[in-house]
């Protein structure tokens, strides 16, 4: 009786691992198909924007390579893929998914980001401009100085600007990309070194990944000419 039982506890045992295994296998086969399509769809944007190269990747490099943004350095285990190389007026234009984890054990997050990227020939000071709770996020990462209070009430209640640099900060968020950004209203933006970067979690669509770069080229003529010709 006693062997009896024990023989059929470890059927169970056998069959629930089974299943495991099968859940596990199917996750799997699943994340890899999305991932098969998602690289599919960046090759794609690739011909269709004329973007110079694609690297598949990962690529844990690429991202030491751009940690010293801010946004860039959160969290462990942060590498980019799906990698699109290109220029814009001259300037260096990358399009990555960018991803990385906080936490551990149980409260582990895995975080999946798309990051739009131009890179300069100038410097520029730290900025970082978002919602609140980005803005909030951020300056407790790196120890930013509190937000920066503009005269537009509604753009000062709406978003988090901060920046050890308080003209830059008026330089940039000038009344024309006040109005811009209002009307745009969850775009998370960071200026550091030669960089203005969009960032966007979860990752982004490739089907919208077209409009931001366009978003991306507004913000970048509203800064202002004189930032271009006096930065060294």
Known sequence: MIAAAHSSIGGLVVIGCVVVAAIIN????????????RMRDFWVLRDKLGFEDFNPGPDEEFARGWGFLDTLS????????HILRGTYKEEKLFVFDYRFQ????????????????????????????????????????????????????????????RSPDKKFAYDICNPQMIDYLLGNPALHIEIQGPCLLLSFEPQ?????????????????ALMPDYLFTTTE
């Open 74 to 81: 959160q969290g462990t285990d942060r590498y980019a893929i």
């Open 102 to 161: 906080t936490g551990s054990g149980k409260s582990r997050q895995d975080h999946n980001c798309t990051m739009l990227m131009l890179v300069f020939k100038q410097v520029f000071p730290q900025l970082t401009i978002g919602p609140e709770n980005f803005g909030l996020r951020i300056a407790e990462a790196v120890g930013l100085a509190n937000d920066i209070k503009f005269e537009s009430g509604e753009f000062s209640r709406k978003f988090c600007v």
């Open 204 to 220: 982004l669509p490739a089907a919208q990944i077209e409009f931001n770069l366009q978003r991306l080229a507004q913000i970048r």
């Open 26 to 37: 199917a996750i799997l086969k699943s994340n890899s198909r999305g991932q098969g399509q």
